[in-house]
């Protein structure tokens, strides 16, 4: 008995390292082909499509891969999503054309988006699930940092257009081997904690639309706060360039402190001693002021970097106290960001550019604004059964 206590312990414990490693390898090994666009032979437009591809790739598998990972397991979806991106990473450091590298960047895409997703849905499984989500929040936009800065810094160092990708796959590699290690230990079948999912991997598929249809209108008002709040992260970051005038060099540096303020506001998030709707109120009341300061002043990215940690680790906070679906609830959250993060900014430049910055950041901040309204109709009580429709 002692010993599969003791197996498990030690499997749940090296998941938990894959993880954390896993995240941070993974989006840094997504950022890293950012310093490189304008060197690839293609047109602006293919550039710019090359690097929505991958949030494109994300967004529309985060759900399934949550979906997937109460049926048959976060195991493993998780392992899935990690083999897919390591393969990535492979066949962008031996490609030049363009339109294959497009390809290649959905697909590891779609290996974040069965990761993430599938992760997060573990995570929330536990006990200590606040403390887990803060790290690894706070890893993986420490990924998207070093993935920014580092991508470049390793290029310049070995004078390789893909340096930076080849080092950051050669990385991620590690979380893969520690994954191979706890499918090694006795009793692989390592799936969840949780007597929920194991119970849902008996059931069929069909009751799984109305999971997800009564999931999103049960918590409207939560996915609309994460498309608006999350989102103002990727409008501010899209006009940040041209706002600040600053050079290329030192727009790149100021992005990757607002991810490090990101980072800190995660891990100091779980510590905040506040009911998580009420948080995402205040959140989204700081946000709208700021998104407005922003115009005059573009270095108030700092501060909503900050804002955005306690943002996201309060809506997860929220919905691991009121859905007991997780793979669900975490699938339809990552899908909300990503969307966020690609119609936001698109919709923001659009109205920016036809009218003004101003008239852009103040309709954002009226989304911010029905946000603190509507977000008050969510009760996180904790799941007891009457939540369901």
Same mark, same amino acid.
């Given at each position: 008995m002692s010993n599969k206590i003791g197996d498990e312990m030690t499997r749940s414990n090296l998941f938990l390292f894959s993880l954390f490693f896993g995240v941070a390898s993974l989006m840094a090994l997504s950022n890293a082909i950012i310093p490189i666009l304008p060197s690839l032979n293609g047109a602006l437009q293919i550039q710019a499509f090359i690097y929505s591809a991958y949030f494109f790739g994300a967004m529309i598998t985060t759900l399934p891969g949550g979906i997937i990972s109460d049926r048959i397991g976060q195991f493993r979806v998780v392992t899935a999503g990690m083999i897919l991106t390591v $393969?990535?990473?492979? @066949? $962008?450091?031996?490609v030049s054309d363009p339109v294959l590298i497009l390809l290649i960047r959905l697909a590891e895409g779609v290996g974040a988006g069965l990761f993430v997703s599938a992760s997060l849905s573990w995570i929330n499984y536990q006990k200590e699930h606040a403390r887990f989500s803060g790290i690894f929040m706070a890893l993986l936009n420490l #990924?998207? $940092?070093?993935?920014?800065?580092?991508? #470049?810094?390793?290029?310049? %160092?070995?004078? *390789? $257009? !893909? +340096?930076? %990708?080849?080092f950051f796959t050669i990385i991620s590699v590690v979380p893969v081997i520690s994954l191979l290690f706890c499918f090694g230990i006795r009793n692989p079948d390592f799936?969840? !904690?949780?007597?929920?999912?194991r119970e849902d991997s008996q059931q069929g598929w069909h009751p799984l639309f109305s999971d997800v249809s009564n999931m999103i209108r049960r918590q409207a008002p939560l996915w609309f706060s994460v498309i608006v709040l999350l989102g103002i !992260?990727? @409008?501010?970051?899209?006009?940040?360039?041209?706002?600040?005038?600053?050079?290329?060099?030192?727009?790149?540096?100021?992005?990757?402190?607002?991810?490090? +303020? !990101?980072?800190?506001?995660? %891990? +100091?998030a779980p510590w905040f001693r506040i009911e998580p709707v009420l948080l995402?109120? %205040?959140s989204a009341v700081l946000m709208a002021i700021l998104v407005l300061v922003f115009v005059q002043y573009p270095s108030s990215i700092f501060i909503m970097g900050f804002v955005a940690g306690l943002v996201m680790i309060s809506q997860i906070r929220y919905l691991a106290m009121a859905e007991r679906k997780q793979g669900v609830a975490m699938g339809l959250y990552t899908t909300a960001s990503y969307a966020g993060m690609t119609f936001l900014p698109s919709i923001g430049g659009y109205i920016a550019g036809f009218f003004s910055v101003s008239v852009a950041a103040s309709l954002i901040a009226l989304l911010a604004g029905i946000c603190v309204i509507t977000i008050g109709s969510c009760k996180c009580r904790? @799941? *007891?059964g009457s939540n369901e429709a």
């Open positions: $393969l990535s990473g492979v @066949f $962008l450091a031996m #990924g998207l $940092l070093l993935g920014l800065v580092g991508g #470049g810094w390793i290029t310049s %160092i070995f004078g *390789d $257009l !893909t +340096a930076g %990708i080849i799936t969840d !904690t949780s007597a929920l999912a !992260t990727g @409008f501010v970051q899209a006009l940040y360039p041209d706002l600040s005038g600053l050079p290329a060099a030192e727009v790149g540096t100021a992005l990757a402190v607002m991810n490090l +303020a !990101t980072i800190i506001s995660s %891990i +100091a995402i109120r %205040i904790g @799941f *007891d």
